[in-house]
């Protein structure tokens, strides 16, 4: 109970932030080297749109909405990413859903994104309604699940 109650107690703020400013493009950086390691390339963080979440100041996560190589308005869901000590209290799902606003305001179709062996973040996937799909032109490793977000017909 005590652990529910403290989870409850933390305050996230969830805003898009402007990647061309580069006290912010190295915080992203900073983040992704923090979240990822060395597993993931570093985005472009100079193509799309970025949030950042913070506690008191401190950032905790990351997330992109880029274009998609899959065609015209289509997004792309990119490394939505939460440290390790802020994890389980629903930061990638509300990303998620911070993007998925986004895109409707865009006049984006739908949003697709890869995971790979990472059954926390496929799990959000599902949660927040996203489906598995086989794309005909496969972009990420071997082993990787593709997900894909219808957002207006």
Same mark, same amino acid.
């Given at each position: 109970?005590?652990?529910? /109650?403290?989870?409850?107690?933390?305050?996230?703020?969830?805003?898009?932030? +402007?990647?061309?400013? !580069?006290?912010?493009?190295?915080?992203?950086?900073?983040?992704?080297?923090? &979240?990822?390691?060395?597993? /993931? %390339?570093?985005?472009?963080?100079?193509?799309?749109?970025?949030?950042?979440?913070?506690?008191?100041?401190?950032?905790?996560?990351?997330?992109?909405?880029? !274009?998609?190589?899959?065609?015209?308005?289509?997004?792309?869901?990119?490394?939505?990413?939460?440290?390790?000590?802020?994890?389980?209290?629903?930061?990638?799902?509300?990303?998620?859903?911070?993007?998925?606003?986004? /895109?409707?305001?865009? +006049?984006?179709?739908?949003?697709?994104?890869?995971?790979?062996? #990472?059954?926390?973040?496929? #799990? #959000?996937? &599902?949660?927040?309604?996203?489906?598995?799909?086989? %794309?005909?032109? !496969?972009?990420?490793?071997?082993?990787?699940?593709?997900?894909?977000?219808?957002?207006?017909?």
């Amino acid at each position: 109970m005590a652990k529910q /109650a403290l989870r409850r107690l933390r305050r996230f703020r969830i805003r898009e932030v +402007d990647a061309c400013e !580069p006290d912010v493009v190295d915080t992203l950086k900073d983040l992704h080297a923090r &979240i990822f390691l060395d597993r /993931a %390339p570093l985005p472009d963080f100079d193509v799309g749109h970025w949030w950042m979440a913070s506690e008191l100041g401190r950032p905790t996560a990351f997330a992109g909405l880029v !274009p998609s190589v899959l065609g015209g308005g289509i997004g792309y869901l990119s490394r939505v990413g939460v440290l390790r000590e802020c994890c389980g209290h629903g930061l990638q799902r509300r990303m998620m859903r911070a993007i998925e606003q986004r /895109a409707r305001r865009s +006049d984006l179709c739908c949003i697709v994104s890869d995971t790979t062996s #990472n059954i926390i973040s496929a #799990n #959000n996937f &599902i949660r927040c309604g996203y489906v598995l799909f086989e %794309p005909a032109q !496969p972009w990420a490793w071997g082993n990787s699940l593709y997900w894909r977000k219808m957002i207006r017909a």
